[in-house]
């Protein structure tokens, strides 16, 4: 079994929906958790950032970590043409430590 | 910052060469990571060095495979012979940097590696 899972998609969308994309994980030392958007032919940046059990909010989007079910969220709001990309989820022990990452959904919303 | 730089951005090769990948990490980042994805595995860790030390190189896939950090601003991924099967995009991030964190991976734009 994979430490972290994570549906590939394709999720395709109409603008404006609400996106929820989620990501399971079976270690349960996992502390950080975090979401990496990636562009066609770019490099992953990092989207957003949690410690531990918990809701984030950022603008459109929403990051959520439910550790009793070892289940994580990420959702866009209004989503925009812009948003389409590959969302990764990603996790670690601690701070400095190996982070793993799912295999990434592939997002497309259409105008 | 310029952020991690990479080179070369594309790499074509044919099976039995030598292929040295590069990579530029952020000034003042104490941690170095390899990543490579391809559509079948994801993003695969390949080896992270804590200033310039290797740390953990248990996701090097073969002997065929070195990395080295000679110094805090500059890397290498060796693979020597290459084969096929290592094409894929290679992948450079930089963590531990004082104002983005000890979990805050940022990456180059990476290396996209062909052997024929």
């Known amino acids: 079994q994979k430490e972290v899972e994570q549906d590939p998609g394709p999720l395709s969308v109409p603008e404006g929906a609400i996106v929820s994309l989620n990501c399971t994980y079976s270690?349960?030392?996992?502390?950080?958790f975090m979401w990496y958007r990636q562009y066609s032919r770019k490099g992953p940046e990092l989207l957003m950032y949690t410690y531990s059990s918990g809701n984030k909010e950022d603008g459109r989007f929403t990051a959520q970590v439910d550790k009793s079910s070892k289940y994580i969220s990420l959702f866009i709001r209004d989503s925009q043409p812009s948003d389409s990309a590959t969302y990764l989820c990603a996790m670690s022990v601690g701070n400095f430590n190996k982070f793993y990452f799912g295999s990434g959904t592939k997002l497309n919303v259409k105008p | 910052d310029a952020g991690v730089i990479q080179s070369p951005r594309h790499e074509v090769t044919e099976m039995g060469q030598e292929v040295t990948l590069r990579c530029k990490p952020i000034s003042g980042h104490d941690y170095l990571f390899w990543y490579r994805q391809t559509m079948m595995r994801g993003l695969e860790l390949l080896i992270y060095f804590n200033n310039n030390v290797p740390i953990d190189d248990s996701g090097m896939p073969e002997d065929r495979f070195s990395a080295k950090m000679p110094n805090a601003s500059f890397s290498t991924l060796k693979i020597q012979p290459s084969e096929p099967r290592d094409s894929a995009v290679y992948f450079c991030?930089?963590?531990?940097?004082?104002?983005?964190?000890?979990?805050?991976?940022?990456f180059g734009a990476g290396s996209r590696l062909t052997v024929l």
């Open positions: 991030a930089a963590a531990g940097g004082a104002s983005s964190g000890a979990n805050v991976l940022t």
């Open positions: 270690n349960s030392a996992f502390q950080y």
